[in-house]
């Protein structure tokens, strides 16, 4: 019985096993360049402890209610200014649709996936109710604009909205 082909191709243990090596080898490479960069780029970290986020869960329910009874209205916009500036605009209003001016203001820009990347905001009061800031750089991509307005009695509004930069 003859072993080879009629063009002169042979099958050896040896090129089975170059085969072999050659395909889980291509797997495991970009398996391992996958891992790293996912590694890399992402700590994987959204809370510091998330037992002790879990224990402040009932706060947070009680402060949400409360937020929804005050009523208030924040809107939040964002504009490219130049190439990469950005200026941020922020109306806060009464249930009335009174503004609600002389208010401390703190907002950040979180990325989704990376908190490394996160940028603080200082919004100061153009007119009553309506306070703006002026970023240099900013990247494109997706973000969470949050604004808080912190109050005397230490009752804060909350405010998350994903935007998405260009």
Do not use: C
């Amino acid at each position: 019985m003859p072993s080879g082909s009629a063009s002169g191709f042979r099958l050896t243990g040896g090129k089975v096993l170059a085969i072999f090596v050659a395909f889980f080898g291509t797997i495991a490479s970009a398996d391992a360049l996958l891992v790293t960069s996912a590694f890399r780029t992402w700590s994987g970290l959204e809370v510091a402890s998330p037992y002790q986020a879990s224990q402040r869960y009932n706060e947070e329910l009680r402060l949400a209610r409360r937020q929804g009874e005050r009523g208030w209205h924040l809107e939040s916009r964002t504009e490219r200014e130049g190439s990469d500036g950005l200026v941020v605009a922020v109306t806060l209003r009464d249930r009335y649709g009174q503004p609600l001016g002389d208010r401390r203001l703190r907002a950040r820009l979180e990325r989704p996936t990376d908190k490394r990347g996160d940028l603080t905001i200082a919004l100061a009061e153009i007119t009553p109710g309506d306070y703006v800031a002026h970023l240099d750089a900013v990247s494109a991509g997706q973000w969470d604009l949050v604004v808080d307005v912190l109050s005397a009695d230490g009752d804060d509004y909350r405010r998350k909205s994903r935007i998405v930069l260009r």
